[in-house]
Every structure is written in C-alpha cells, then in structure tokens.
C-alpha cells in the first residue's frame, strides 16, 4: 500500500520554528520522486510551499524563500520541512507529495497534518 504520513504540525506563535516530516512507504522511494510540500489555507487553493526533486535541486514559494527549508532522508526514506520565524500566513493544513512520470504518473497525497501559527 502506497502512503506518505505526515507529522509535526501544531500550534506555534509568531516566529517560532516547527519541523514536519513526511514518512513514506517502501513503495516510494523518496529519493526517485520529486517530492513537495503543499499547504492549503482556509478558503484558499493549496499551494505549493517548496519541493526536491530527484536530482536534489530545491524550489521554494517566494513567501517562504530564506525560512523554510525541504530535505530529504534517502535512508529513512523521508523528507522534511523546516519552517522558522513563521508568521500567522503559514496557517494551513500542509501535505506531502510524491510525483513522478516515469514509467508512467504517478502522483501520491499524504493525509495533511496541521499547522496554526497565533500569537
């Protein structure tokens, strides 16, 4: 069974620091896919906060450029958002992807944990 279980979200103030990780099953192999982390808003679209693809190169949303960071573990098959100095627009409920087009699309969603940024 394919799946990719999210962790770390929570309620955090302004500034602070959260780390999620996304845990993915041995059928994905994180370091084939590019792997990205989204978030979606109340009311809002989900959007794309930053991915790695399989080569490694990182691409991050401007509203996040020089505070978040995306890593990935090939050993534990997982990768990671650092988030730091975050501000009340980071609230969302954040999920892990996995894509990949060869041999054919595939695209995978994790379940979504949830972050809260408030004072």
């Known amino acids: 069974q394919v799946q990719l279980v999210e962790s770390g979200g929570g309620l955090v103030q302004p500034g602070g620091s959260l780390r999620l990780s996304c845990a993915a099953s041995r059928n994905i192999f994180v370091s084939r896919y590019t792997m990205g982390w989204y978030r979606q808003a109340p009311g809002k679209q989900r959007e794309l906060v930053a991915n790695i693809t399989r080569g490694g190169t990182t691409n991050y949303a401007a509203t996040v450029k020089g505070r978040f960071t995306i890593s990935r573990d090939n050993a534990k098959n997982t990768v990671y958002l650092a988030m730091n100095s975050l501000k009340p627009d980071d609230t969302g409920v954040y999920y892990c992807?996995?894509?990949?087009?060869?041999?054919?699309?595939?695209?995978?969603w994790g379940q979504g944990t949830q972050v809260i940024v408030s004072p």
């Open positions: 992807n996995a894509y990949i087009t060869t041999p054919r699309i595939m695209d995978y």
